[in-house]
């Protein structure tokens, strides 16, 4: 079937791409459009001749729902690890985990108001990057990974773009929350190149230094015709000590188990960040053919590691066999491999634009066995072999941006994007001997969209079309206005459906998971425990999200108020219902357990508002402040909130450069109260377990850094600075249904050097 598809979709497009093209060299380059947001031109960019149209896509990325980081903001804020650092400061942005449970708590990953990291699609160059998927899906809905915004090094980037809300919608399943697309450094027109070293010393000697080095080249081989890039990355950070948070342990005591038995020491503190050592290599080649058309090669090779802490999955704590018996603090108990190719066509005709892209992604996720069962689910049960599994992803998309005139100039853009995954994981799809421990997906999307204007508003209507192999099909429509009152007062609004088919896990029958009793549903009366197994009539997660706000601009001078709200049904959630017992299959055999399915929740709201503003106080010195308050996000049945994150936050920061020489930053970050679920979910909520739900919040926090750059020469410059000013610490508490579910690190001191030419 999905053979008949990509047929159907190559045809589609190359009767796009072939019509008119011998007239296309009547186009010439309207450069007054083109609002690049890079600083250097490319070979893409310098040799290509076409003009830049106004689409749906770039007016949505004027919304209000978007954000830009830009090479400036990535040089001037140098990242420990990772670039969510950075992202988390956009508005609307938070990381956290998937759900209110507390587990993983420092594997946070990127949230988009509110709705999980499940809901934030991550993209390289516009590729949906999907490695996350390749990582066994718990009971409460959290992964045992750090996500993919970590698969590019920070110094090969260009720029970051944050989507959120109704202007995400467009870009089909898992962008129910946002985008987060990653654009790499284009091939340049002459020869540059750059090198850095980074390194982050921590004050509190139980945490973990970062240290990260690079390089990157790029120019012509071909002058105006064919040029490379290539770009080379290692870094490394140390995993915290195993008994950084022993501080926090509490007298919690275990009921003895049979009549008269004495009760017995719980689990204590829990563990602290794990560490990560990654190996980045990626390569480029743009070839332009003709004036009207090019072909751009990519091919990447990232390997990410981790350095083992001790922490496990239920309880999020060390309970002493762990890493004594099973695997020794500093060591590598999991890595992921990540290959990917991608071809890209884009061409220049007389009726418009083109674009072709064919990507293929495959990730290696080798791990330690985990359990699948109760306490022990998620934890290192062997350390004689590493399990494997594979997930292959394959997409081709290509799209055509069309201006006519109806009354009224518009850009209609016409697309289409198929794609297939498979999912391999012979460790966690075994129901039985026989299970086929296979899963795949395959979804075929047809879009279009239409950006016009008239008298001062700019209306974009979208429409897409998903036809999921798994579920079924969905419409997505949207809506988005853009009301230029005067030259200085804006106001912007939008309105999508947005949708997420279920996991390759989720719906999945070969996939079970077992508990004995405490990790069950509160109404589960059977003695033999329970089983949670994949559900095939699983439906999707859809979004209606609508935000409205305004703007005002005035030269350097800039503010925005918005206001938004997902209504959000479908949430694929553990079930609570019991289904039949389904006797005789595999692991299914005991009469006394209950057995439940993944199942769709009914509803859930987020709403809040969202502002920033920038102000020059003077021409050397510009101050800047965005904040996200969070008025609602909670599951409308149980009342307990999506995920752990802020009630509001603030990101200020004063940039300074008296000199050409010198460069100051001083950044401000207040977190507001954090919340933990307060209704019971399972038996061990109510008080029958090791950790009835204690409702401790997180009291509001600030974090301030400073640092300093001086340039030697055009050519170098150095940066140091100070993280966390004022040291505020948090340790992870024992407690897993405590808000106080991840380590917030201390004061540190880093440098970072580096060199361009």
């Keep these: ?81 990772d670039v969510s650092e950075l992202v988390r400061t956009m508005p609307g942005v938070n990381l956290t985990g998937n759900s209110a449970s507390g587990q993983r708590g420092n594997n946070r990953q990127i949230d988009i108001r509110g709705m999980g990291p499940e809901n934030t699609l991550i993209m390289i160059d516009g590729r949906p990057v999907k490695s996350r998927n390749s990582v066994r899906y718990s009971w409460r ?21 944050v989507i959120r809300g109704a202007s995400a919608a467009r870009y089909g399943s898992g962008a129910m929350g946002g985008v987060v697309n990653i654009v790499t450094k284009k091939v340049s027109d002459e020869f540059h190149g750059w090198a850095n070293a980074y390194g982050s010393y921590s004050e509190d000697r139980e945490e973990g230094d970062s240290y990260r080095t690079g390089f990157g080249i790029s120019g012509p081989l071909i002058e105006g015709k064919l040029g490379y890039r290539l770009y080379g990355s290692y870094n490394k950070t140390e995993a915290d000590d195993p008994d950084l948070n ?170 289409m994007e198929a794609t297939r995954d498979t999912l391999d994981d012979p460790a966690s799809l075994s129901i039985s001997k026989s299970a086929d421990t296979e899963s795949e997906q395959d979804n075929l999307a047809f879009y279009i969209e239409d950006s016009f204007t008239v008298g001062s508003v700019t209306i974009v209507p979208t429409l897409r079309f998903d036809h999921n192999s798994d579920a079924g099909n969905n419409l997505s429509p949207g809506l988005s206005a853009f009301w230029d009152i005067n030259e200085n007062w804006h106001v912007k609004g939008g309105i999508a459906r947005a949708y997420k088919a279920p996991n390759l896990y989720q719906r999945n029958p070969n996939y079970l998971l077992w508990s004995k009793g405490n990790g069950c549903g509160i109404n589960c009366t059977g003695e033999g425990g329970c089983y949670l197994r994949g559900n095939e ?74 502002g920033n503003i920038t102000i020059p106080l003077h021409n050397t010195l510009t101050w800047s402040t965005n904040f996200t308050y969070m008025d609602k996000f909670e599951d409308e049945d149980t009342h307990n909130p999506l995920s752990i994150i802020p009630e509001y936050t603030i990101n200020s920061m004063l940039d300074w450069t008296p000199t050409d020489k010198w460069n100051v930053n001083l950044t401000f970050t207040q977190f507001g109260k954090q919340k933990p679920r307060e209704f019971a979910e399972a038996k061990i909520d109510l008080g029958s ?8 919040k997180l009291d509001p926090y600030s974090i301030t850094s400073l640092s300093a750059a001086y340039t030697f020469r055009r050519d170098t410059e150095l940066r140091f600075g100070v993280y966390n000013v004022f040291d505020k610490q948090i340790l992870r508490s024992p407690d897993p249904t405590s808000a106080h579910s991840y380590n917030q690190p201390g004061r540190s001191f880093y440098a970072n050097l580096k060199f361009t030419y």
Aim: proline share 3%; net charge negative; aromatic share 8%.
């Design 689 to 696: 377990g090791q950790f009835p739900l204690s409702k401790e």
């Design 141 to 161: 809905g959290e992964r045992d990974t750090r996500g993919d915004s970590n698969w590019v090094p920070a110094e090969a980037i260009e720029s970051i773009e």
């Design 537 to 610: 009539e699983l439906d999707p997660e859809t979004s209606v999200n609508k935000e409205i706000g305004i703007e005002y601009r005035k030269g350097d001078f800039g503010a925005s108020l918005t206001y938004f709200r997902n209504d959000y049904k479908n949430k694929v959630i553990a079930g609570n219902i019991k289904m039949d017992e389904m006797m005789g299959q595999g692991k299914l055999s005991s009469k006394s357990a209950w057995v439940y399915q993944w199942d769709n929740a009914r509803k859930a709201v987020v709403q809040g508002l969202e």
């Design 246 to 415: 022993k501080s926090t342990d509490v007298d919690y005591m275990i009921p003895g188990r049979g009549p008269g038995a004495a009760p017995r020491p719980a689990r204590k503190h829990a563990a602290g960040r794990e560490g990560v050592e990654n190996t980045d290599i990626g390569a480029r080649l743009a070839w332009q053919l003709t004036d009207e058309q090019s072909i751009t090669f990519d091919t990447s090779w990232s390997r990410q590691s981790n350095i083992y802490t001790g922490d496990v999955q239920n309880n999020n704590s060390n309970n002493g066999s762990i890493p004594d018996q099973l695997a020794d603090a500093g060591e590598e108990t999991n890595r992921m491999t990540k290959t990917s190719l991608a071809v890209t066509h884009e061409g220049v005709w007389s009726w418009g634009n083109s674009r072709l892209d064919l990507s293929y992604d495959e990730t290696s996720n080798e791990r330690y066995p985990e359990g699948l069962m109760g306490g022990t689910e998620g934890q290192i049960s062997s350390v004689d072999e590493f399990t494997e599994s594979r997930l292959k992803s394959w997409r081709l998309a290509g799209e055509a941006e069309i201006p006519l005139t109806l009354l009224v100039e518009h850009t209609f853009t016409l697309g």
């Design 1 to 81: 079937m999905i053979q008949k598809k990509f047929t159907l979709s190559v045809l589609t497009l190359t009767l796009l791409t072939a019509f008119n093209a011998s007239a296309a060299d009547e186009i010439a380059l309207n450069s007054s459009e083109s609002e690049s947001l890079f600083a250097q031109k490319s070979v893409e960019d310098v040799y290509k001749v076409g003009t830049v149209y106004v689409t749906a896509e770039k007016m949505l990325k004027q919304s209000l729902g978007s954000s830009f980081v830009t090479s400036t903001d990535l040089n001037r804020t140098p990242v420990r690890s």
